[in-house]
Structures are given as structure tokens and as C-alpha cells.
């Protein structure tokens, strides 16, 4: 039971600091920076940060060049729904979905690699992480450490595992939370 305690404070404490580095929503840069530490830091197999880090560099300019287009459309289409401010609340709630979805994905990818790291010697856990992942990055971290790399094939099969939990678990209630316009698309 202590082990478990010690476990879950040191998850808390790592979680707390990726919460810290992620900033608010509207820091799709910064959190770019911290998805490619993650990447460095996992020793170049956890590459979903990598996709992610030139996803958030992409979307900061992505959303406003689509916020100059949202807005000439709400204005142009007169024939649509609303007002031109209801419109444009509806692109609003969309992009700030968006930017919460990869911000609560990247504290994510932060805890899960360090937590694993971190508890690579006791085989610590703790329920609010994918166990399977976890395992998996401490298996590829471990046979890097005993100079056997990665191969493609196994860190691929980390991106897909870690790519399919966090659209199960964060990108699916997030953009129905922050828009339920969505209608489960």
C-alpha cells in the first residue's frame, strides 16, 4: 500500500509540473516546444510528440488564417443561422476546444514518459495511466539502455497504442465538452 502511495505522489507531482509547462490553452508554441522534449526525452520512440509538436506548430497559424476565413463567411453568408457574432462564438468554441484537447494531451504524453521513466526500477503504477503504454516505453527504454534501439515496427506500434488511448480519452469528451455542436463527429 506505501508503494503505491509513493507511486501516486510522484505521479501527482509530475503531473503537476506538465500542467505547469503545457500553459493555457492559447500556447499552442509552447506546448510544441515541451512535446519535442518529450520526444527527446523518450530517446526518439515515443513519436507521437514528435507528430504532435509540428500538429501545434501548424495549428497556431492554421486557426488564425481559418478565424480571417470563419469570419468572411459568418459576414458573406446571410442566408445562414444566428447573427455574425453567434457564428463566430461557434468558431470560438471549436478552437478553443481544439487548444484544450492538445493541451490536456500533452500534460498527458509528459506524465505517462516521465512516470514510466521515473518508476523504471520499482515498476511502479498507478490507475490513471495506460498501464499497457507505460509498460511499453519502459520495455523500449530499457532495451535502449542495453544499447539496443528501438526498431521501427515497435515504435510505431507505441504511437498507434498511445494515439488511439488518447483519442478514446481526451480528444472525443473534449470536443464534445467544449462543443457539442459536434454531434459526435
Not at 44 to 71: D, E, N, S, T
Not at 94 to 107: E, G, P, S
Not at 152 to 169: C, G, H, P, V
Amino acid at each position: 500500500m506505501n508503494a503505491m502511495n509513493d507511486a501516486q505522489t510522484r505521479y501527482d507531482q509530475i503531473l503537476a509540473q506538465a500542467t505547469e509547462l503545457a500553459g493555457p490553452p492559447s500556447k499552442l508554441c509552447k506546448r510544441a516546444v515541451q512535446y519535442h522534449h518529450i520526444y527527446r526525452t523518450s530517446g526518439g520512440i515515443f513519436c507521437f510528440a514528435l507528430i504532435a509538436a509540428h500538429g501545434a506548430v501548424w495549428a497556431q497559424w492554421y486557426l488564425k488564417i481559418a478565424r480571417i476565413g470563419a469570419l468572411g463567411l459568418a459576414i458573406l453568408d446571410v442566408r445562414g443561422p444566428g447573427t455574425i457574432g453567434s457564428r463566430m462564438a461557434h468558431f470560438v468554441a471549436y478552437t478553443n476546444a481544439l487548444k484544450d484537447i492538445n493541451r490536456r494531451v500533452m500534460i498527458k504524453a509528459y506524465s505517462i514518459l516521465h512516470f514510466a521513466k521515473d518508476g523504471m526500477i520499482d515498476n511502479a503504477m498507478v490507475d490513471d495511466l495506460p498501464a499497457d503504454i507505460v509498460l511499453e516505453i519502459r520495455r523500449l527504454l530499457a532495451k535502449q539502455m542495453a544499447g539496443h534501439p528501438a526498431s521501427d515496427t515497435e515504435k510505431r506500434a507505441l504511437y498507434e497504442a498511445f494515439f488511439r488511448w488518447e483519442q478514446d480519452n481526451d480528444v472525443a469528451d473534449g470536443v464534445e465538452r467544449h462543443w457539442p455542436h459536434s454531434n459526435g463527429l
